[in-house]
Nanobody, 114 residues
Framework: VQLQASGGGLVQPGGSLRLSCAASGTISSINTMGWYRQAPGKQRELVAIITSGGSTNYADSVKGRFTISRDNAKKTVYLQMGSLKPEDTAIYYC?????????WGQGTQVTVSS
């Protein structure tokens, strides 16, 4: 199984980006998908997760600005990011996991700068 993240880039403060992470190969439909990020010199942190039942959880720093969603048929998880701030600059990683496995994507760079 491979996770391919895309959608990162350079955006001005206040702008928006949509990240996608598509899984190739066979994965269980019973899993949790999520986005994490790691800024330079900082530890990787949770951004948002979504369960197979559609329950979501967000880091306080992104609540009200980011929205996570998933398309099970496409084995894809999305992160719609709005009102972006310079402190959102980081490499964003997607993750799929359940009790049997954990998979990480390769990361996509998001840079928020004027």
């Amino acid at each position: 199984v491979q996770l391919q993240a895309s959608g990162g880039g350079l955006v001005q403060p206040g702008g928006s980006l949509r990240l996608s992470c598509a899984a190739s190969g066979t994965i269980s439909s019973i899993n949790t998908m999520g986005w994490y990020r790691q800024a330079p010199g900082k530890q990787r942190e949770l951004v948002a997760i979504i369960t197979s039942g559609g329950s979501t959880n967000y880091a306080d720093s992104v609540k009200g600005r980011f929205t996570i969603s998933r398309d099970n048929a496409k084995k894809t998880v999305y992160l719609q990011m709005g009102s972006l701030k310079p402190e959102d600059t980081a490499i964003y990683y997607c993750k799929h996991w359940n009790i049997h496995y954990t998979y990480w994507g390769q990361g996509t760079q998001v840079t928020v700068s004027s």
